[in-house]
């Protein structure tokens, strides 16, 4: 089945310690693929989004994600991390395949970040 | 611009009851999307409207019915509100359909009793 999965749910961290959150997928032909943060009690915003060509993408606030499409996945990774980072991330992917629109978030990643 | 806006906020509901959430937004979006969230579960897509006078099946339809108003508002309801409706709803527009980026509304947080 069509799918994408966040292998790491809960991540504690010290601050300035470096972050990689994993996100494969599994769809097949083009793809466009996100990364959303949702802060504590706020709603979901994006923090960078994959289309097409540089496959090392950079967001807001210092976050990076690698496309590498040999193996489905789409990192996302931070050198330094800060008490402000704490929120779940959530990874999408958009495809159309067989006709059929999809639009699939992954089922998070939450981060707390230790001062 | 405010952006995506929900109303209401907050919700309880006794089994049985329906009600309608309310989404709109002041993007000149086309496209429109509801989702739910559960823990564990990631956002899961209910209905989603491509363009005005469009709209779809997402994921995880059953048990709720849309209307897109306008291009502007795209309204989701409970017929009879059951205990596994029980979530945290959020609507999302995106510029145009399939490929761009989504912006959410702050949320509605539904019990069903």
């Known amino acids: 089945a069509q799918s994408v999965s966040q292998h790491n749910h809960h991540v504690i961290l010290s601050e300035a310690a470096s972050l990689e959150l994993g996100c494969n997928y599994s769809y097949g032909g083009t793809v466009n693929l996100f990364w959303y943060v949702q802060y504590p009690g706020q709603h979901l915003q994006l923090l960078l989004k994959y289309f097409s060509g540089d496959p090392l993408v950079k967001g807001i606030k210092g976050f990076e994600a690698e496309f590498i499409k040999s193996k489905f996945s789409f990192n996302l990774r931070k050198p330094s991390v800060q008490w402000s980072d704490t929120a779940e991330y959530f990874c999408a992917v958009s495809a159309t395949t067989s006709g059929t629109y999809k639009y699939i978030f992954g089922t998070g990643t939450r981060l707390k970040v230790l001062a | 611009n405010a952006g995506v806006t929900q109303t209401p906020k907050f919700q309880v509901l006794k089994t049985g009851q329906s009600m309608t959430l309310q989404c709109a937004q002041d993007?000149?979006?086309?496209?429109m999307y509801w989702y739910r969230q559960d823990p564990g579960m990631g956002l899961r897509l209910i209905y989603y409207s491509a363009s005005e006078g469009t709209t779809d099946k997402g994921e995880v339809p059953n048990g709720y019915n849309v209307s897109r108003l306008n291009k502007r508002e795209f309204s989701l309801r409970l017929e009879s509100a059951a205990p596994s409706q029980t979530s945290v709803y959020f609507c999302?527009?995106?510029?145009?359909?399939?490929?761009?980026?989504?912006?959410f509304g702050p949320g509605t947080r539904l019990t069903v009793t």
């Open positions: 999302a527009s995106s510029a145009d359909f399939s490929s761009y980026e989504q912006y």
């Open positions: 993007m000149n979006h086309n496209s």
